[in-house]
Nanobody, 118 residues
């Protein structure tokens, strides 16, 4: 079982930046696709960004141009750099793993709160 621990969230003003980290342990990190999800109050969890084992990236339209996903396989860590934050980015953010061609893991951690407010 690959364990994922998110960190780096908090309170930031609109237009500010945060960098989220997701540290993995318990399995081989480099073979997985990785993703960042978020869930705002009263809304469904949504996929924000993905990075494949080959380091190809994709983003939701709502964050494209503002967020950057990256990975450091030597550190078993995936990052989400969030710039130009908006109040609508407020949510609990989660990372998850996916074997290529398979589904996202059914195991979800606690997530990390990001609040964008003046």
């Amino acid at each position: 079982q690959l364990r994922l621990v998110e960190s780096g969230g908090g309170l930031v003003q609109p237009g500010g930046s945060l960098r989220l980290s997701c540290a993995a342990s318990g399995s081989i990190f480099s073979i997985y696709d990785m993703g960042w999800f978020r869930q705002a109050p009263g809304k469904q969890r949504e996929l924000v960004a993905t990075i494949t084992s080959a380091a190809n990236t994709n983003y939701a339209d709502s964050v494209k141009g503002r967020f950057t996903i990256s990975r450091d396989n030597a550190k078993n860590t995936v990052y989400l750099q969030m710039n130009s934050l908006k109040p609508e980015d407020t949510a609990v953010y989660y990372c998850n793993i996916r074997y290529p061609s398979l589904d996202w893991s059914v195991y979800w951690g606690q997530g990390i709160q990001v609040t964008v407010s003046s």
